[in-house]
């Protein structure tokens, strides 16, 4: 599956901002997807991820309680709903799938196609 990310910006702290990954390719509905961000300076890491049917999700300390991963399977989009954001979100943010389920979620290695990536940007 490919994926494209987009929904990226400049934003105030507190504010909100939705990011968007749409797939092409084999079946979207197959797949768990995640987002994960990468700062200036530090490793890339999970934000959060959605099984193939949106039922289980999982976040990251950091961002649970502002962020929400959704998905619409019928448009092969899964999005990341981002509130409240802070200075310390700054980031590209990736997309990402996964066959076998959701096992080993928070493993960058265990998803099969990544997206390019969009910036995020949190002024204070």
């Known amino acids: 599956v490919q994926l494209q990310a987009f929904g990226g910006g400049l934003v105030q702290a507190g504010g909100s901002l939705r990011l968007s990954c749409a797939a092409s390719?084999?079946?979207?509905?197959?797949?768990?997807m995640a987002w994960f961000r990468q700062a200036p300076g530090k490793e890339r890491e999970f934000v959060a991820v959605?099984?193939?049917?949106?039922?289980?999700?999982y976040y990251a300390d950091s961002v649970k309680g502002r962020f929400t991963i959704s998905r619409d399977n019928a448009k092969n989009t899964v999005y990341l709903q981002m509130n409240n954001l802070k200075p310390e979100d700054t980031a590209v943010y990736y997309c990402?799938?996964?066959?076998?389920?959701?096992?080993?979620?928070?493993?960058?290695?265990?998803?099969?196609?990544w997206g390019q990536g969009t910036q995020v940007t949190v002024s204070s």
């Open positions: 990402a799938a996964k066959t076998g389920g959701i096992a080993y979620y928070t493993v960058q290695t265990a998803y099969n196609s």
């Open positions: 390719g084999r079946t979207f509905s197959a797949y768990a």
């Open positions: 959605s099984t193939w049917s949106g039922g289980i999700t």
